[in-house]
């Protein structure tokens, strides 16, 4: 069974950083995808982020390009979401989501149709 467990949310001040982690169980790390999501209070969830390992490639929603990056530990079945100059429109619970199949990263990575398991989010807030 997959299962995904998202970490390390928490309090930052803006311009700050924090780490999110990703822990991955029942599935080849390397031959899949890792996605991630958020959502604000009040809106909808927003993808922001894909990697794939199969084809080495990552993609960044726009909101957090150039902030935000990833790596991962593979021995540890586990991806990192690096969170750096954050604002306060950062505030939300983030979730990891997988696909049910292996592949690679669709082009639309950002919608949420594509993820069969998801892990059970982590809340980030970002003071101003």
């Known amino acids: 069974e997959v299962q995904l467990q998202a970490s390390g949310g928490g309090l930052a001040k803006a311009g700050g950083s924090l780490r999110l982690s990703c822990a991955a169980s029942g599935l080849t790390f390397s031959e899949y995808v890792i996605a991630w999501f958020r959502q604000a209070p009040g809106k909808e969830r927003e993808g922001i982020s894909c990697m794939s390992y199969r084809d080495g490639k990552t993609y960044f929603a726009d909101s957090v390009k150039g902030r935000f990056t990833i790596s991962s530990d593979s021995a540890k079945n586990t991806l990192y979401l690096q969170m750096d100059s954050l604002k306060p429109e950062d505030t939300a619970v983030y979730y990891c989501?997988?696909?049910?199949?292996?592949?690679?990263?669709?082009?639309?990575?950002?919608?949420?149709?594509?993820?069969?398991?998801w892990g059970q989010g982590t809340r980030v807030t970002v003071s101003s």
């Open positions: 989501a997988t696909p049910q199949y292996a592949g690679v990263c669709p082009v639309s990575f950002y919608r949420d149709i594509w993820y069969a398991y």
